[in-house]
């Protein structure tokens, strides 16, 4: 196990650094000038060569790079060009609103696409799977930003019976956790089904039903635990793309998360934020990954960790 983490956090680590250097590459060739959106339209040439020298920007790339990479290393995540504050304050003050609508975007397309992917397999080939399927490919296909104002209107403006938009209640979370669990649980019903109708056809489980036991115990303590594996992985990923912010979501209900921070930063050119955050969403998805590793195991013995 040791060995197998140690192998992981290295894995980890170079991934890390390979985003870094991509993500600090793009930002450096990008046509647009953050030095000009710092300086404003009035300022002089000498005003901006002066801002320029400041911040770094005059040098090299790879003095700029190695310079960025140094002080992270160090936990330095550096300084917002427009907010004067640094990064790392600005992305822990969003941190609680995007771990919880994290919490309630993956707990509703779970509860979704789970109960809609085993019922699916269970009633395989009827017109109840073919209806199921239908409503996840409508979940997968719809835009989310039309899911999210036909909600508002709906159930907000409507029926008024939750807030338009903001972020402090459980009454603010439900409508963007439904508007992602809705996508979500399109791809999580579809997966369930197809890997819940290949255990299902696996030598065990003819031996469970051979045995005489309930239906309900053969799908909740032989098929569901095998077929929820490749479930696991995807969870992994999704952490990592919420907690790199939803910013369509955000801005339909106002939610005050990391996604939001982000699109402000690439409007203004804020570069430190953009790579921060982005090293916090990459974070995000490695660690999911590999815990959803190291959970697998437990569900099935099987499963090595080598």
């Not at 997968?140 to 709906?154: D, R």
């Not at 008024?160 to 402090?168: D, K, N, R, S």
Request: contains cysteine.
């Amino acid at each position: 196990m040791l060995a197998y983490l140690a192998r992981r956090l290295v894995q980890a680590a170079l991934i890390l650094l390979g985003v870094a250097f991509v993500t600090f590459a793009l930002l450096y060739i990008l046509p647009a000038d953050p030095v000009r959106q710092i300086a404003g339209r009035a300022a002089t040439a000498q005003t901006v060569a002066n801002i320029r020298h400041q911040l770094g920007l005059d040098q090299p790339f790879l003095v700029q790079f190695w310079r960025y990479l140094t002080h992270l290393l160090q936990g330095d995540m550096g300084r917002s060009y427009m907010q004067k504050t640094e990064v790392a304050t600005l992305i822990a003050a969003r941190m609680p609103a995007t771990l919880l609508l994290m919490l309630g975007a993956i707990g509703c397309e779970l509860a979704l696409g789970l109960t809609m992917g085993v019922i699916a397999a269970l009633k395989r080939g009827t017109g109840v799977d073919q209806g199921l399927m239908i409503v996840s490919f409508v979940g997968v296909s719809a835009p989310q930003f039309v899911v999210g104002l036909l909600l508002l209107y709906v159930f907000a403006v409507q029926l008024g019976w939750f807030p338009i938009g903001g972020y402090g209640s459980f009454r603010h979370l439900v409508l963007p956790s439904i508007t992602l669990g809705i996508l979500g649980a399109g791809w999580y019903s579809r997966m369930m089904r197809s890997s819940m109708i290949d255990v299902l056809r696996q030598d065990f489980i003819r031996t469970a039903r051979a045995k005489g036991l309930a239906r309900r115990r053969i799908i909740l303590r032989h098929a569901l635990p095998n077929a929820i594996l490749p479930i696991i992985a995807m969870i992994g990923i999704d952490i990592g793309v919420f907690m790199g912010g939803i910013v369509v979501v955000e801005s339909v209900y106002g939610w005050p998360g990391i996604g939001q921070l982000a699109f402000q930063a690439i409007q203004r050119v804020d570069i430190p934020i953009i790579m921060g955050v982005t090293l916090v969403s990459a974070c995000a998805i490695v660690l999911g990954n590999l815990l959803a590793d190291l959970i697998a195991p437990f569900i099935d013995p099987r499963i090595k960790l080598r």
